[in-house]
């Protein structure tokens, strides 16, 4: 039982923190107005997704 529990502990310790799926790509913007106007544009087009699926 101890062999099997450390195995699984240590499997479960070693695959790491789970990643944030609201987290996206890091943005690669030349300035602060380009990297507002990309978060933006990306909430705007989730919300119409979010419209399109109800």
């Known amino acids: 039982m101890a062999t099997l529990g450390t195995?699984?502990?240590?499997?479960?310790l070693a695959?790491?923190?789970?990643?944030d799926k609201q987290q996206g790509p890091p943005i690669k913007?030349?300035?602060k107005d380009e990297?507002?106007?990309i978060q933006e544009?990306?909430?705007n087009v989730e919300s119409e997704?979010?419209?399109a699926k109800h």
């Open 15 to 19: 695959m790491g923190p789970k990643p």
């Open 29 to 31: 913007a030349s300035s």
């Open 41 to 43: 544009f990306m909430k």
């Open 35 to 37: 990297e507002n106007f």
């Open 49 to 51: 997704e979010k419209k």
């Open 7 to 12: 195995t699984f502990l240590g499997s479960y």
